[in-house]
């Protein structure tokens, strides 16, 4: 099976633009969830979607959104970029039988210079 | 949800063993251990799942008391690319809030 691809890797972009991310889980996998991760932290949770649905939602603004298609790829939008959002966003999915023993396979990751 | 503490970052050299240890004192009943290694710029990759006793597979091996409030990740002959980071992980916590800064590993020559 093909692993989960983001698109794109790299992306720079200035202060107060938007941005959107995509991501492709594997197939068959209908959890999506988005990660921010910046030098010096660990992953911080974004969001998951499971089902097209926002299931679960960490301590981002709301300039933070993102969507689930039918067909389980997922999209993140960033608006009014602000020079903190520079980080690596990671996208993982997971096929989700049991919740408590839920694996997450992760793509690359795009990498979000904002200047 | 579990709360998991772990070594901010180890040494070892090549050829040893390594074991890095995470201690998880209200794990739930339900909750399975996973574990993650994540290199510079790219994505974690999972290790190792396990609920009790021990898990082994090709790349490690995951030791887990009867009490279950700690888990040992043991990774045989480090070599110098398993240097990495490495994260553990409890119940739903691999989908919420923060995973931590996890224990950054470095094996040296």
């Known amino acids: 099976k093909a692993g989960v691809t983001q698109t794109p890797r790299y992306l720079i972009k200035t202060r107060g633009q938007q941005v959107t991310l995509s991501c492709s889980p594997i197939?068959?996998?209908?959890?999506v969830s988005w990660y921010q991760q910046t030098p010096g932290q660990g992953l911080q949770f974004l969001f998951e979607?499971?089902?097209?649905?926002?299931?679960n939602k960490g301590n981002f603004p709301g300039r933070f959104s993102g969507r689930q298609f039918s067909n389980s790829r997922s999209e993140m939008n960033v608006s009014t970029l602000e020079l903190g959002d520079s980080a690596l966003y990671l996208c993982?999915?997971?096929?989700?039988?049991?919740?408590?023993?839920?694996?997450?396979?992760f793509g690359p990751g795009t990498r979000l210079t904002v200047l | 949800l579990a709360k998991t503490t772990q070594p901010i970052s180890m040494d070892s050299y090549e050829g040893q063993e390594v074991n890095i240890t995470c201690s998880h004192n209200?794990?739930?009943?339900?909750?399975?251990i996973t574990w993650y290694q994540q290199f510079p710029s790219q994505g974690p990759r999972f290790i190792i799942q396990g609920y009790k006793t021990k898990v082994t597979n090709e790349v490690a091996s995951l030791f887990i008391p009867a009490d279950r409030k700690s888990s040992t990740l043991s990774l045989p002959r480090v070599s110098l690319s398993d240097t990495a980071v490495y994260y553990c992980l409890v119940g739903e916590g691999n989908r919420k809030l923060i995973w931590g800064l996890g224990t950054s590993l470095a094996v040296n020559p």
């Open positions: 209200n794990i739930a009943t339900n909750d399975y």
């Open positions: 979607y499971f089902s097209e649905t926002q299931r």
């Open positions: 197939s068959g996998h209908r959890s």
């Open positions: 993982a999915s997971s096929f989700e039988t049991v919740k408590n023993r839920d694996t997450q396979y």
